[in-house]
């Protein structure tokens, strides 16, 4: 958009069929218009004219005023725009975005529709929208025939963009971010996930010239509320985790392979996928002593119908770090001892990876969620089963991270350590933070009843 628009007077040219010619630029760009008699000519020169002395921006690309470039794009429906932005976005956006947006579009599409419409087959248009109209990668071939008729069904329903900053189209269309097609209630993570992947659309939308302002910005619309501190009850303790760790070693096939990649989710407080990436490189791990893991990336599922190269995984730099950002995390000498055993036991990969599967492939997330689960069940008590206790192995990373809070260890190395911001830190592990600062009150007060019972003056001294 550019405020430097100048115009010129009115050409006449007799041998066209429309004589009469507006003539404008906009920052040095040429844009014309042709009439059939001077009295419009006069008339749209005029009106443009208004615009800009009102202070309105022009398109550069188009020549057109921000109002009359709004106009145009709100008569555009809800799913040609999401089809829009899906296709501007598409290819500088990692497969597993890809397949998030499209999950969060295809949840909240079905509902910016004419009031009282509703689509026969709800989970028919859902796979239609999700598997095919926000995957790129399936355009190159037809929809299939019950697809195709759902989407032609939504074509003839959905809203156009003009709708979408009326306040209760806005709304049922959110509230469908909060119930599954069965009804059952969503998770209050996914809703949140979801919002935001349209709130980014909504935001483009008005960069774009859709929309003045992002109508969800002064929606009064409350999502369910997300409980992002840890729950304590559900992080083992070192006692607990030694006894887990041990259970999956003694587990027959890939449990012991496994004994090592959980212990880095644990010791390390790694991520599964940066776990899986891990490489014999990234390792320092002397024979005495504390040892070093530098982190560099992770391994994600995306699925093949999502990556530009049909894989069903990719590598990502470190989360919300730079592409080259490294982590360098000590591990303690019992772990440096664990790594250097499953190096000598199963070797690596040609790749230098220190996990992988019996192809010597990535390890897979259901083949370790197994693994994990045959290990609580054969370790747990019942109690501590029912209260969810380590319920998946992410819970080793929020125990590694706990156990060095109440170790003492200033919160923000724990922070570094975990690749996190301190503001995430203090916010997820509010709880284990809390019970630190008990521990660092008791000190203090100890500490105060030495001097309070020595010689007199001893604190200022």
Same mark, same amino acid.
């Given at each position: 958009?550019?405020?430097?628009?100048?115009?010129?007077?009115?050409?006449?040219?007799?041998?066209?069929?429309?004589?009469?010619?507006?003539?404008?630029?906009?920052?040095?760009?040429?844009?014309?218009?042709?009439?059939?008699?001077?009295?419009?000519?006069?008339?749209?020169?005029?009106?443009?004219?208004?615009?800009?002395?009102?202070?309105?921006?022009?398109?550069?690309?188009?020549?057109?005023?921000?109002?009359?470039?709004?106009?145009?794009?709100?008569?555009?429906?809800?799913?040609?725009?999401?089809?829009?932005?899906?296709?501007?976005?598409?290819?500088?956006?990692?497969?597993?975005?890809?397949?998030?947006?499209?999950?969060?579009?295809?949840?909240?599409?079905?509902?910016?529709?004419?009031?009282?419409?509703?689509?026969?087959?709800?989970?028919?248009?859902?796979?239609?929208?999700?598997?095919?109209?926000?995957?790129?990668?399936?355009?190159?071939?037809?929809?299939?025939?019950?697809?195709?008729?759902?989407?032609?069904?939504?074509?003839?329903?959905?809203?156009?963009?003009?709708?979408?900053?009326?306040?209760?189209? !806005?709304?049922?269309?959110?509230?469908?971010?909060?119930?599954?097609?069965?009804?059952?209630?969503?998770?209050?993570?996914?809703?949140?996930?979801?919002?935001?992947?349209?709130?980014?659309?909504?935001?483009?939308?008005?960069?774009?010239?859709?929309?003045?302002?992002?109508?969800?910005?002064?929606?009064?619309?409350?999502?369910?509320?997300?409980?992002?501190?840890?729950?304590?009850?559900?992080?083992?303790?070192?006692?607990?985790?030694?006894?887990? !760790?041990?259970?999956?070693?003694?587990?027959?096939?890939?449990?012991?392979?496994?004994?090592?990649?959980?212990?880095?989710?644990?010791?390390?407080?790694?991520?599964?996928?940066?776990?899986?990436?891990?490489?014999?490189?990234?390792?320092?791990?002397?024979?005495?002593?504390?040892?070093?893991?530098?982190?560099?990336?992770?391994?994600?599922?995306?699925?093949?119908?999502?990556?530009?190269?049909?894989?069903?995984?990719?590598?990502?730099?470190?989360?919300?770090?730079?592409?080259?950002?490294?982590?360098?995390?000590?591990?303690?000498?019992?772990?440096?001892?664990?790594?250097?055993?499953?190096?000598?036991?199963?070797?690596?990969?040609?790749?230098?990876?220190?996990?992988?599967?019996?192809?010597?492939?990535?390890?897979?997330?259901?083949?370790?969620?197994?693994?994990?689960?045959?290990?609580?069940?054969?370790?747990?008590?019942?109690?501590?089963?029912?209260?969810?206790?380590?319920?998946?192995?992410?819970?080793?990373?929020?125990?590694?991270?706990?156990?060095?809070?109440?170790?003492?260890?200033?919160?923000?190395?724990?922070?570094?350590?975990?690749?996190?911001?301190?503001?995430?830190?203090?916010?997820?592990?509010?709880?284990?933070?809390?019970?630190?600062?008990?521990?660092?009150?008791? !000190?203090?007060?100890?500490?105060?009843?030495?001097?309070?019972?020595?010689?007199?003056?001893?604190?200022?001294?």
């Amino acid at each position: 958009m550019s405020y430097h628009v100048r115009f010129w007077d009115i050409r006449e040219r007799p041998d066209r069929r429309k004589p009469f010619e507006v003539r404008w630029t906009v920052s040095g760009r040429e844009r014309s218009e042709s009439f059939l008699t001077k009295g419009l000519a006069e008339s749209r020169r005029a009106k443009l004219m208004t615009a800009a002395r009102d202070g309105e921006p022009f398109d550069v690309r188009l020549g057109l005023p921000a109002s009359e470039i709004r106009a145009l794009k709100q008569r555009t429906t809800w799913y040609s725009l999401v089809r829009e932005y899906i296709d501007q976005r598409w290819d500088r956006t990692p497969g597993n975005t890809r397949r998030t947006l499209a999950d969060a579009l295809a949840t909240i599409t079905p509902a910016l529709v004419e009031g009282g419409a509703a689509y026969r087959e709800p989970r028919v248009l859902r796979r239609a929208l999700y598997s095919w109209a926000f995957n790129k990668n399936a355009w190159a071939t037809e929809p299939r025939e019950e697809w195709q008729s759902a989407l032609d069904w939504l074509q003839r329903y959905t809203l156009p963009v003009s709708e979408l900053e009326e306040p209760d189209v !806005l709304r049922r269309g959110l509230d469908a971010l909060c119930s599954k097609l069965d009804g059952n209630p969503a998770a209050a993570k996914t809703v949140k996930r979801k919002k935001a992947a349209i709130n980014e659309v909504f935001g483009v939308a008005v960069e774009r010239g859709y929309f003045a302002h992002n109508p969800l910005a002064g929606l009064r619309w409350v999502a369910p509320a997300v409980a992002d501190e840890v729950d304590p009850d559900c992080v083992p303790n070192p006692a607990q985790v030694a006894r887990l !760790l041990t259970a999956v070693a003694a587990q027959p096939g890939r449990g012991p392979h496994l004994h090592a990649f959980f212990g880095c989710m644990y010791y390390a407080a790694m991520r599964p996928a940066e776990v899986i990436h891990l490489r014999e490189a990234q390792c320092r791990l002397p024979a005495t002593g504390w040892g070093l893991l530098n982190l560099k990336g992770g391994v994600v599922t995306a699925g093949k119908e999502w990556t530009n190269d049909g894989s069903s995984y990719e590598i990502h730099s470190l989360k919300r770090r730079a592409a080259k950002a490294t982590r360098p995390v000590p591990i303690p000498p019992s772990f440096v001892a664990v790594l250097r055993g499953h190096i000598e036991r199963f070797g690596v990969a040609p790749d230098g990876r220190l996990f992988r599967n019996q192809a010597g492939n990535y390890v897979d997330i259901s083949a370790y969620n197994v693994t994990w689960r045959r290990a609580r069940e054969t370790t747990l008590t019942l109690g501590e089963q029912a209260q969810e206790l380590a319920r998946r192995p992410y819970d080793l990373r929020h125990a590694g991270i706990s156990f060095w809070l109440a170790s003492g260890v200033d919160p923000a190395e724990c922070a570094r350590r975990a690749g996190q911001s301190i503001q995430v830190l203090f916010r997820y592990y509010a709880k284990f933070l809390a019970e630190a600062r008990d521990h660092a009150n008791h !000190l203090i007060e100890e500490s105060m009843r030495r001097w309070d019972g020595g010689t007199e003056g001893a604190v200022g001294g």
